[in-house]
């Protein structure tokens, strides 16, 4: 769906937040990467709308994703995953682990440093193997018989495989 205006933009965004409740917030800016815990802060949404390239606000039941690319209008797409239509033949969850370094990275302060070098800011009470939670989303291409990725999104963080 296309976002025609800022004041699309915020009302959407702010309907999101009060559908999720608990969840979380990554905001993939022009000039930096924006993670928190729905609720905990508000967010500048006049910043979110005019840097946005991606933000991804997500749950274990759903996901509402803006997004844009270079020169182009914002956009957003939702996907509610609903228990009785969830066919375990269409969709599967894989976990990342995050690019962590322990030693240098301060949980307790919300910074995660990468082994890379960069920073960003991670709202977890505990970085030690800590993990992004993926589901992928199946489709059947009748033409070749063959299984693809219709689409992705983030349903939360988490410990330990299948958490």
Partial sequence: ????????????FQEAAA?????????MLTDRLYIRELG??????DEFYEKAMEIRMFNEEEEVKWFRGVGQELRCRERKDRKED????????????LDIDGP??????GIAY???????????????DAKIKIRN???YEEDTMQLYILDW???GFSKERGE
């Fill in 86 to 97: 969830m066919d375990p033949l269409f969709f599967w969850d894989e976990w990342q682990y």
């Fill in 104 to 109: 240098r990275s301060k949980p307790e302060k």
């Fill in 137 to 139: 989303y199946l489709e």
């Fill in 153 to 155: 999104r983030i349903v």
């Fill in 19 to 27: 559908r999720l409740g608990e969840g979380y917030l990554i905001a």
């Fill in 114 to 128: 990468a082994t890379g070098g960069g920073r960003y800011e991670l709202p977890l009470g505990d970085y030690k």
């Fill in 40 to 45: 905990r802060e508000e967010p500048d949404q």
């Fill in 1 to 12: 769906m296309l976002i025609r205006s800022k004041e699309e933009f915020k009302t959407g």
